[in-house]
T-cell receptor
Framework: EPEVTQTPSHQVTQMGQEVILRCVPI?????FYWYRQILGQKVEFLVS????????KSEIFDDQFSVERPDGSNFTLKIRSTKLEDSAMYFC?????????????FGPGTRLTVL | GNSVTQMEGPVTLSEEAFLTINCTYT??????LFWYVQYPGEGLQLLLK?????DKGSNKGFEATYRKETTSFHLEKGSVQVSDSAVYFC?????????????FGQGTRLTINP
């Protein structure tokens, strides 16, 4: 069964450093998402992406964050200058359609630790 | 805005016990409702979903009914197994076009003891 993959599974970085989290969505999907979960808290929406542009972003997704689909298969989340509070599990998701009961498929997540 | 509230965890049950995890929502319009499950070390997996009032989603012995009058989507299972130990997330999705995000509850950790 097709699945969403994410790399790395765990990333440790120093505060102020740039990180890039990578995702390979399911190949025929058109809608892409990033969510994050700070330890012990809710899964929060960061950004959605369709047709090579951002569809929606949350308040969390400030100028330090960016997303890109550099080729036909990868979908990346970049944090330019990491802060301690960026430490969280980051989930990528993809879907064929963008609304209703169409299923969003999630990757296993990247645990980001900012020291 | 749209929001989801789940019962506080963790929940610990014995094998073969009856399970209920409460979920209520606040939303404009008519959202779609979902339950996702996260097994240890894995990502979120869709467990079941429902589109409209009185719809019942079911999968792997789990059920949830979309109750518009009480704005609820409680998850139930008649006889839980050790393998059901996981974190369960209730979520909603509102909107009829575009890339609509999921809004999650806080998650409920379930542990089933043999």
């Amino acid at each position: 069964e097709p699945e969403v993959t994410q790399t790395p599974s765990h990333q440790v970085t120093q505060m102020g450093q740039e990180v890039i989290l990578r995702c390979v969505p399911i190949s025929n999907h058109l809608y892409f998402y990033w969510y994050r979960q700070i330890l012990g808290q809710k899964v929060e929406f960061l950004v959605s992406f369709y047709n090579n542009e951002i569809s929606e972003k949350s308040e969390i997704f400030d100028d330090q964050f960016s997303v890109e689909r550099p080729d036909g298969s990868n979908f990346t989340l970049k944090i330019r200058s990491t802060k301690l509070e960026d430490s969280a599990m980051y989930f990528c998701a993809s879907s064929l359609q963008g609304f209703g009961t169409d299923t969003q498929y999630f990757g296993p997540g990247t645990r980001l630790t900012v020291l | 805005g749209n929001s989801v509230t789940q019962m506080e965890g963790p929940v610990t049950l014995s094998e073969e016990a009856f399970l209920t995890i409460n979920c209520t929502y606040t939303a404009t319009g008519y959202p779609s409702l979902f339950w996702y499950v996260q097994y240890p070390g894995e990502g979120l997996q869709l467990l079941l979903k429902a589109t409209k009032a009185d719809d019942k989603g079911s999968n792997k012995g789990f059920e949830a009914t979309y109750r518009k009058e009480t704005t609820s989507f409680h998850l139930e299972k008649g006889s839980v197994q050790v393998s059901d130990s996981a974190v369960y997330f209730c979520a909603l999705r509102a909107g009829t076009q575009g890339a609509q995000k999921l809004v999650f509850g806080q998650g409920t950790r379930l542990t089933i003891n043999p």
